[in-house]
């Protein structure tokens, strides 16, 4: 079955940085379209960003655009988000996302990591 780990969450200070990676198995990960999410107490999750199966085209939530990068890399089976000029208000567990054939609807989610900044 697909599975999606995602690591590299933690504690940071407003204005710092931070890399999440998201590992893909049992995935033909080239062909599946990737994504991240965000969810914090008591809120819907929320769309964060998405990259295409060859990786040339992304899109990003505006409360991101600028800042959050997102990448893949389909040697490794393994998306990306860099996450820079963090603030108080991206603290949420983010989740990777990963959407195939036919429908490209993210039908497979990870466990998810925290990610908390402080002010």
């Known amino acids: 079955q697909v599975q999606l780990v995602e690591s590299g969450g933690g504690l940071v200070q407003a204005g710092g940085s931070l890399r999440l990676s998201c590992a893909a198995s049992e995935l033909t990960f080239s062909s599946a379209v990737m994504g991240w999410f965000r969810q914090t107490p008591g809120k819907e999750r929320e769309f964060v960003t998405r990259i295409s199966r060859s990786g040339i085209n992304t899109y990003y939530a505006d409360s991101v655009k600028g800042r959050f990068t997102i990448s893949r890399d389909n040697a490794k089976n393994t998306v990306y988000l860099q996450m820079n000029s963090l603030k108080p208000e991206d603290t949420a567990v983010y989740y990777c996302?990963?959407?195939?054939?036919?429908?490209?609807?993210?039908?497979?989610w990870g466990q998810g990591t925290q990610v908390t900044v402080s002010s």
């Open positions: 996302a990963a959407g195939v054939w036919p429908s490209y609807e993210f039908d497979y």
